[in-house]
Every structure is written in structure tokens, then in C-alpha cells.
């Protein structure tokens, strides 16, 4: 049985206090039912641990999806993930899979957080699998490897343009520019040709999504490249 650990943000807030932020829902329940579909096991994570924030926005009925309809409306799995365990407590524990599920709230409590560090960048160094959809790349950024290069550096990746943010109607309220930042950190980055479409760059055990619409994509495929394994 494959373990996998979904790691989602507790931040409910943009810096500003003008607009709320959390989980982008879809990021999450496409992996999250894929995985229960084959069985396998799940442990749902967040920084501090406890509740989790969903961004209203990803509940609005132009972007809530079928599954995350059901996901949202099911007390099982919403008491699950208001009852996240901290990085902390399963830092050191073992996981066929990584997968950060995104949202705006992740630019602020991921980037810097030494425990996610730790377990991307020794699940990596371990040749296990390291997925990131959407903002949440943003964690990745400061992860190293134990030579000290940055882990993305030279990695063929994606993640939320800027040119997506200007579409969101948020380049205001977001502390940096995730595009850029990406760059900077020397890695591979491309994107799909029109904004806000599906596209899922895989880099052997690294796979990251560009926006929510590459949920689905992202769950298949990681489902996919797991079952190799």
C-alpha cells in the first residue's frame, strides 16, 4: 500500500486583511480521491497543524467541480482536514509520495518553513516522489539539497504565472512574484500557451502543476508514475 502525505496551508488571510485566502479545494480532492480510489494511505498535513482555511473563491460554482462539491459537503473528510497533523509530527515519517496542495495562503507559510524544507528535501534526496500544484511551489523554493544548491535549481518545472495573477486580480495582495522567484532559483520554468489551462511538467520523481485546472491531470499522473514504482 502506497503512503502519501498532502500538505495544505493554514493561513486564512492575505497580508493586506482584506481579502481571505486558504486551500484552493480542487488541489486538494482530485489527489486525495485518487488515492482513496487505489486504497492507498493518507495523511493530511499543514505547517502548524489543525484546521485548515478554504479559499471561498475556490468554492464559487463556476470553479467548484463535482468532486470537490461532494468532498466539501462530506463531514468525514472535512473533519479530517480540520484535524491536520503539524509538519512537525510527521516530519521524520516515511512516504511513498509528497504532494503540496495549493492556494494563495501557501505563498505565506510555506516558503520559509523549515519542516517542509526538511521533509521535501530528504524525500527528494531519497528518490521518492516530490508533487506541487499551483502556489504552492512556492514552497520549494528554499528547499536544499545536501551539496546546498537549491533543489529546483536546473529542474524542469511550472506553476502560477504572473500573467495568471494578473487574471486573479491579485498581483496586489501577493508578497511575491511566484514566476520570477521560480526563475531565480535557476530552474526550467515553463507554461502552457493559454493561461489557466492544464499543464503538468514531470521531471523524473519531481512533478508540478501550473494552476487548478491541472488538478485532474496532476492526480492521474502521479497516480500513474507511483504505480511504477
Known sequence: MKKLLLIVTNIDMYASGKLRTGLWLSELTHIYHSVKEK????TIAS????????????????VLDK????YYENPVFMD???????LEEVKNDSFDCIYL???HGTMYDFPDDT????????QYESNKMVAAICHVVGGLLNAKLSNGEYLIKGKSMTGFNWFEETIARR???????LEAAIKERGADYSKSFIPMTSYVVADKNFITGQN??????????????????
Open 80 to 86: 479530517e482536514l480540520n484535524h491536520s497533523k503539524s
Open 39 to 42: 486504497g492507498w494511505n493518507i
Open 115 to 122: 519542516n517542509l524544507q526538511y521533509i521535501i528535501s530528504k
Open 101 to 103: 496542495a495549493g492556494g
Open 47 to 62: 505547517p502548524k497543524g489543525g484546521a485548515v482555511p478554504i479559499d471561498p473563491e475556490s468554492l464559487k460554482p463556476l
Open 212 to 229: 487548478p485546472f491541472s488538478s485532474k491531470e496532476m492526480a492521474k499522473i502521479v497516480i500513474r508514475e507511483l504505480e511504477k514504482v
Open 67 to 70: 468532486i470537490s462539491k461532494e
Open 171 to 177: 498581483k496586489k495582495e501577493v508578497p511575491f512574484n
